[in-house]
């Protein structure tokens, strides 16, 4: 899912016949069409925001132009098992997806929609019991057969504490709640997949190819040790588990080696299968995987171009027969600069639509197949993935190497940006060829979806008003059931669905699960020491920090802080990284603080500037309350940047609120911003008059 929304993931049941290619009553002159082609894979947009009630509006209409499986997005309190009413659930309320805070949104989610028939994917991690819960829990009430529930849980926890940030319990319970999903679904909604290895956000944070696969699949060994070790599924229904796990991948602009990476995958998974499990039915080691294609490479500059890009990395995973995608969504041109509208989702949606039905791709076994050239890189990637894995291995496993994934994956992110700013890494529109005429796509007020204010206010008095009609008593008992299964390590799931029957909200499960199994932070990633490059701008601007420290009788502070929910950090990492290559002293504690934690954090540091990085669309509310909480604390004159998917309008209220700089990525010049962050600390500290 694109920054922008931080917004991942069959059919109704058919495929009509008119969409299946080729027909027998085709006339002579069109005889080379008349076999039937494969049929396509999965069409999915990832979408929700506001309400339940408008998603469901927008699931049904984008359902009605063609697509063919749903893809839920979840707002960050959702994700992170708040409710509406917390703290730091300000300003995030339906922001990057739809809330779903009890049963009650679950049924308006899906309103008009068949469960038995749906395929639904939900990006939902530390929660995805809960998510099911609420969903089995609505079939129930329908009177639907659980046993046909078809979909996907994301469930991949660990890639959360690596690049996401929606995580809320420490590995070990997360890991035992994979494992309680996994061990129920299999026996209950055998048609689930209870977990979709993310792969996706690993390359969003910088991921190389072979750390991508060895990351995802290291995670998916640890939640497969985690089930053996648990013991609720017997030896000779491990093979049936092992075919229910599927994954989430990403597919960036190099083509030719993102396509050998998903045929690296599939080779490597069986590989696991067949040596580490002694898996050998065909059909349980086949490689099931959807894809989001990249977000991170999509451009604010020409925002245009991004459809050629998008085009190219749905190519990686569709031409590639024996390493073809199941669902495939693709984002929109303009996601890098906020929601998008349904006219930009309807446009990603087409694309699909015309390369599998319009071209000949489906009518041909793999093309590829026999090609020196895709065999050799395939062969290097797995050689480089099953090294990678091995050194996982030493650690002790994906759970015990957390922080040696998150140092290698924001020093793989550094050198991805150092490659863009010196040029290496071609980007076109932001670092070459960045004339350009106006598009006219994006013009006007309307150029994005935006999410009404007052939905959140409104939100919350919903909340308020189910808490008051519900039998509360039966609330709390099956709290005290949940409660009492979590603490004698019994299965989550069956008391997470009384819960879910008896009215029980997303944050009351989760302050339970939280009571029981503690909270967690997770490693930055950010080293205390960054070595110099010796390049030339980072001297220079080093040397320029060294003479406005002098002046300042101490080094120049910088205090980063990602207030919120919004736990896409590798921007803040990044600028934190370079703020101590070039002798800043920079105080980053990681995400997820409240507007209050944040001054503080700029008190106690004595902050000689503030910066605040969000890319929920939350910017507003969030950069106001924490300007009104500096100002309680008397830090009036320290200067606040902000950074993030902050739309050309709200870049002006920000300044008219006080903000002294706003960064938005088009501004990727890493350096550059620390000198301008320099000189912002001149002018405030030490310029008269």
């Known amino acids: 899912m694109a920054d922008g929304r931080l917004a991942s993931h069959e059919a109704l049941g058919h495929v009509a016949p008119q969409h299946r290619g080729g027909q027998k009553t085709m006339t002579k002159a069109t005889k080379e069409y008349q076999h039937k082609p494969d049929e396509p894979w999965i069409f999915r947009t990832y979408a929700g925001h506001s309400t339940a009630k408008k998603s469901n509006e927008l699931y049904r209409l984008n359902l009605s132009k063609g697509q063919t499986g749903l893809s839920i997005a979840f707002d960050l309190p959702t994700q992170t098992a708040y409710d509406a009413d917390h703290i730091l659930s300000r300003g ?26 749906m395929n639904t994917s939900m990006t939902i991690n530390a929660p995805a019991a809960w998510m099911l819960a609420l969903y ?50 299999y026996l209950e909604v055998p048609k689930w997949n209870p977990m979709n290895v993310c792969s996706y956000h690993l390359q969003e944070a910088g991921a190389t190819p072979e750390q991508e696969l060895a990351y995802a699949l290291a ?27 599927s994954f989430f991948v990403n597919a960036g602009v190099r083509f030719v080696t993102e396509l050998c990476k998903m045929r690296a995958f599939v080779d490597l998974w069986e590989e696991i299968g067949r040596e580490r499990y002694g898996v050998t039915d065909p059909k349980a080691l086949l490689f099931r995987y959807g894809v989001q294609v990249n977000s991170l490479g999509l451009t604010e500059p020409q925002p245009e171009n991004n459809v050629y890009r998008i085009l190219m990395e749905a190519l990686a995973v569709t031409l590639s027969k024996r390493a073809r995608c199941r669902a495939l969504q693709l984002p929109a041109w303009n996601e890098a600069m906020g929601l998008p509208r349904p006219w930009d989702q309807q446009w990603s949606l087409r694309l699909q639509q015309i390369l599998a039905y319009e071209s000949d791709l489906l009518e041909f ?35 015990a190497a957390i922080p040696f994934m998150k140092e290698s994956l924001v020093s793989a992110h550094i050198d991805r940006i150092r490659a863009i700013e010196s040029g290496a ?49 039966a609330a ?29 909200t997303t944050g009351e499960w989760g302050t339970v699960l939280r ?71 920079v105080v980053y504690e990681g995400i997820r603080f409240t507007p209050a934690e944040i001054a503080a954090q700029a008190r106690d540091a004595k902050a000689h500037v503030v910066g605040l990085s969000i ?26 940047v902000v950074g993030g998917i902050i739309p050309p309008e709200d870049g002006r209220a920000l300044r008219q609120m006080g903000v002294a700089a706003v960064y938005t990525p088009k501004d990727f010049r890493i350096t550059e911003i620390m000198g301008d962050v320099t000189r912002l600390v001149e002018k405030a500290w030490l310029v008269k008059g």
């Open 92 to 117: 995030e309320v339906g922001k990057v997806g739809v809330p779903v805070k009890h049963l009650g949104d679950m049924r308006e989610l899906f309103a008009e929609l068949p469960l038995e028939t």
């Open 136 to 185: 089995v829990a609505l079939a129930d009430e329908r009177g639907d057969d659980r046993k046909k529930l078809r979909g996907t849980t994301q469930n991949d926890i660990v890639k959360e504490y690596l690049s996401r940030g929606t995580y809320v319990f420490p590995p070990e319970p997360s890991l035992r709640l994979i494992g309680d999903m996994v061990s129920w679904c």
């Open 219 to 245: 995670t998916a060994i640890a939640v497969l040790d985690t089930v053996k070790a648990g013991g609720q599924v017997p030896e000779s229904d491990f093979e049936t588990v092992f075919g229910r796990i």
């Open 365 to 399: 076994e793999d093309i590829f197949d026999g090609s020196h050239v895709i065999t050799a890189k395939t062969e290097e990637l797995k050689e480089k993935a099953r090294a990678a894995l091995a050194q996982i291995d030493e650690i002790g496993g994906a759970q």
């Open 425 to 473: 890494l071609t980007v076109v529109g932001v670092n070459r060829f960045t004339e350009t005429e106006a598009s006219p796509l994006g013009a006007g007020d309307g150029a994005i979806q935006t999410v009404d204010p007052a939905e959140e206010a409104a939100q919350v008095r919903d909340l308020k008003a189910w808490r008051a009609a519900r039998d509360n008593g």
């Open 476 to 504: 709390e008992a099956a709290l005290a059931g949940l409660r009492a299964a979590a603490a004698e390590n019994r299965n989550i799931m069956e008391p997470s669905i009384t819960c879910a029957k008896a009215g029980v």
């Open 515 to 585: 009571e029981v199994f503690g909270e967690f932070r997770a490693p930055t990633g950010v080293a205390l020491v960054v070595p110099s490059s010796g390049e030339e701008d980072v001297e220079k601007v080093r040397a320029q920090v060294a003479r406005v420290s002098e002046a300042l009788g101490r080094t120049l502070t910088y205090v980063l802080g990602k207030p919120g929910l919004d736990g896409h950090s590798n921007g803040a990492e990044q600028i934190a990284a370079r703020g101590r290559e070039v002798g800043m002293e």
């Open 615 to 640: 890319l929920s669309g939350s910017h507003l509310d969030l950069v106001r309350e924490t300007v009104a909480e500096l100002r309680k604390l008397g830090l009036d004159d320290v200067p606040v």
